[in-house]
C-alpha cells in the first residue's frame, strides 16, 4: 500500500491535469487521445512494470542498480549509462516542472483573494498573461516550490509522502467531480466530450503520435528511473502487476477527467483548445468564478494541484540524489541542496520563456519549450527502449518470471509487450517523427 502511494503521487501530478489537456488540445484531440490510451496500456504499463522489478531486484539507486543487474544478468555495468541518463531527465524536467508548479502556487493566493468571481474569458486570460509575463513573480514561485522540494528530499522521502498521498488522491478527485458536475451543466459538455472521444485520423501526424507516446511517459514517471529508485523499497511479496494496474488505472482517469472539465469550458467560452500551456489557467477560474463558493473551491483546488506537483517533483530529484548519496561523500542534506540548487538554476530559463526571452526561439521554440520536448519526446521514449530491452532481452527468463510472480498468462502477455511492441513501437515512432523513416505509399 506504501509503495503504491508513492508511485501514485510521483505519477500524479501536473502531467495529468495541466500538460494532458493542452497536449490533447494542440493534437487536435480524439484520435490523439486514443493513441495516448494505447501508449499508456501498451508501451507504459509494461515498461512501469520492468521497471519496478529491475529496482526491486537492484535494490540501489538507478545507476547502480543497472551496473549491478548488468553484470549479474551477463552483459555489462555498461547499463549504468541508462541510470545516467535517467539522473539527467529528472533533473532537466524538474528544472520546467518547478516553474509550471509555481504557477499553481501563485494561482492559491490568487483565488484565495477573490479575483477570479464573475471575471470574462478576457479578463482571466488577460491575468494568466500578465502573471506569466512578471518574471520576478514567476521567479519568485519557482523558489518557493524548490526550497519546498528541497526540503522534503533533505529529510528524506517516507511516511509524511505516503499520508499525503493518502488525502490528496481523493481530495483532488472529490474536485474534478465537483467541476465535472459543473462543466456537464455549462451546456457544452456534448462538444468537449466529442472532441475528446471523436477520432479524425486526417489531423494525426506523427509527431503527434510522439507526443501521445512521450506524454504516455511523461504521466506515469517511466523512462527515467524514478520508478525504480521507489521499485527499490518494494517487499518482495508485493505484487508488481497488481501495484502498476492500480497506478496506472488512477493516473488515467485524473487525466480523462481533466479533459472532461477543460474541453466543454473552452467551447463554452469560445476559448482555442490549442491554446498552450496557460490553458488550465485559462479555463478553470472561469468555472470557479461562476460557481457558488468558487473561491473557496479555486483555492483547495490549487493547493491539492500544489501538492499533486509536490509529490511528483521528490520523484524526480529522487535518482539524482539518491545516487550522490551513495557515492559516499555527500550527507542527504548536501546532496539535496546540491542537486536543488542546479535545478533551480537551469530553471530559471523556463521562467524567462514567458516574458523576458519570450522571443528567443531556437529548434522547437523557447528554452521552455525545448527542454520539455527533449526530454518528454526524447529521452523518456528513448529510456523506455532501454528499459524495455534490458528487462526482455538481457535479463533472463528466471529472474523477470521470478519477479512477476511465475510464467503464467500474464507473464507472457507482458513479456511479448517488453521485447516486441514497446521497442519497436517506440523507435518506430520516434524515427517517423525525426523523418527517418520513408513514406511507405
Ligand atoms: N508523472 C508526473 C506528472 O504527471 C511527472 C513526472 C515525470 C514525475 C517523471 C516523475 C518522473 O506530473
Sequence with gaps: MAFVLA?????????????FPYIAGQNGGGAFVLVYLLCVFLVGMPVMMSEILIGRRGRRNPVATMALLGQEEGSSSNWKWLGGLGVLAGILILSYYSVVAGWTVAYIVKSASGVFAGATPERVS????????????????????????????ARGVERGLEQAVRFMVPALLVLMFILLGYSISSGHFG???????????DRLTWDSVLAALGQAFFTLSIGMGAIMAYGAYLPEETSITGASGTVVIVDTVIAMLAGLVIFPLVFANGLDPADGPGLVFDTLPLAFGQMAGGAFFATIFFVLLSFAAWTSAIGLMEPAVAWLVEQKFRTRAQAALMVGILIWALGMGSVLSFNVLAEFKFYKGTIFDNVDHITSNIMLPLGGVAIAVF???????????????????????????????????????????????????
Aim: charged share 15%.
Design 391 to 441: 528487462a526482455g532481452w538481457i535479463m533472463c527468463r528466471n529472474s523477470t518470471a521470478e519477479e512477476l510472480g511465475g510464467a503464467g498468462r500474464l507473464y507472457k502477455i507482458w513479456r511479448l509487450l517488453v521485447r516486441f511492441v514497446a521497442p519497436v513501437g517506440i523507435l518506430f515512432v520516434f524515427l517517423k517523427a525525426v523523418g527517418l523513416l520513408p513514406e511507405l505509399s
Design 7 to 19: 508511485v501514485t503521487g510521483s505519477a500524479v501530478g501536473l502531467g495529468n491535469i495541466w500538460k
Design 191 to 201: 462538444e468537449g466530450l466529442a472532441f475528446m472521444f471523436t477520432p479524425d485520423f
Design 126 to 153: 488577460a491575468q494568466f498573461g500578465e502573471f506569466v509575463g512578471n518574471w520576478r513573480l514567476v521567479g519568485l514561485s519557482h523558489t518557493v516550490f524548490m526550497a519546498l522540494t528541497i526540503f522534503v528530499v
